[in-house]
């Protein structure tokens, strides 16, 4: 398992419907991940950095 950094991670409980599951239950088979955090982490910051390349995020600090 991928080391998360030097801090231990934070618990977030989040809803998703059925197909936001299913969706990343598809995302983490295609691309070969372990795990669904992973797989979320990993579709957050994919986000994140679309938003900053379109101007509307800027990340501080």
């Known amino acids: 398992m991928k080391k998360l950094g030097e801090h231990p991670p934070q618990r977030l409980q989040i809803l998703m419907t059925d197909e936001e599951l299913s969706d990343i239950k598809a995302y983490t088979h295609q691309n070969q991940i ?11 910051k994919i986000g994140l950095e679309a938003e900053r390349v379109a101007g509307r995020f800027k990340k501080e600090g």
């Open 34 to 44: 372990y795990g669904r955090s992973a797989a979320i982490r990993e579709l957050v």
